[in-house]
T-cell receptor, first 115, second 108 residues
Framework: EAGVAQSPRYKIIEKRQSVAFWCNPI?????LYWYQQILGQGPKLLIQ????????DSQLPKDRFSAERLKGVDSTLKIQPAKLEDSAVYLC?????????????FGPGTRLTVT | GENVEQHPSTLSVQEGDSAVIKCTYS??????FPWYKQELGKRPQLIID?????GEKKDQRIAVTLNKTAKHFSLHITETQPEDSAVYFC???????FGGGTRLMVKP
């Protein structure tokens, strides 16, 4: 089966600019996650969708980050305006259902550098 | 929310030796504990997981043990090989909270 797709793979922007990341989950996976992984740290969950509804976004910095999952399939994560501390790899993952019952499959990630 | 601590942060072993990585968690309601392996520049991949109704699970050279009373779980890798070198992450909770990672280096 095809895996989780993400684009772009790399992005370099200046602080205060905007950026958007795209994720296409594995076909049929109802649950989609966005994680932020800062160099040398474990992934941190930003937001979890179940179909097109938000299950948890408690760790999403809502003053600058936004995410949507239209039609319950693809998702976009946006940062505006970006800060230096947003430099990280942004990982998208999907699963058949919620964590704890189904394995999460990760995409290759988007490496963001904010200068 | 859940808090996961992972030790050690780096671990160096000789090929053929065993490696043990330990994690503690805070939320007694957590019932799912996966372990991920992440090679340099690649995505995390699930290597083994355990649920709270099981105390131990094995898969070839890898095993995970869970102590719900003490709120800790461990990854055991036996007969380590150079290709086991990677960063390993534990996680816990309904909304997965990841540990800080352990960089395992297996010397040939």
């Amino acid at each position: 089966e095809a895996g989780v797709a993400q684009s772009p793979r790399y992005k370099i922007i200046e602080k205060r600019q905007s950026v958007a990341f795209w994720c296409n989950p594995i076909s049929g996976h109802a649950t989609l996650y966005w994680y932020q992984q800062i160099l040398g740290q474990g992934p941190k969950l930003l937001i979890q969708f179940q179909n097109n509804g938000v299950v948890d976004d408690s760790q999403l910095p809502k003053d600058r980050f936004s995410a949507e999952r239209l039609k319950g399939v693809d998702s976009t994560l946006k940062i505006q305006p970006a800060k230096l501390e947003d430099s990280a790899v942004y990982l998208c993952a999907s699963s058949l259902g919620t964590a704890g019952r189904y394995e999460q499959y990760f995409g290759p990630g988007t490496r963001l550098t904010v200068t | 929310g859940e808090n996961v601590e992972q030790h050690p942060s780096t671990l160096s072993v000789q090929e053929g030796d065993s490696a043990v990585i330990k994690c503690t968690y805070s939320d007694s309601a957590s019932n799912y504990f996966p372990w991920y392996k992440q090679e340099l520049g690649k995505r995390p991949q699930l290597i083994i997981d355990i649920r709270s109704n099981v105390g131990e699970k094995k898969d070839q050279r890898i095993a995970v043990t869970l102590n719900k009373t003490a709120k800790h779980f461990s990854l055991h890798i036996t007969e380590t090989q150079p290709e086991d070198s990677a960063v390993y992450f534990c996680a816990a909770g309904y909304m997965l909270t990841f540990g800080g990672g352990t960089r395992l280096m297996v010397k040939p």
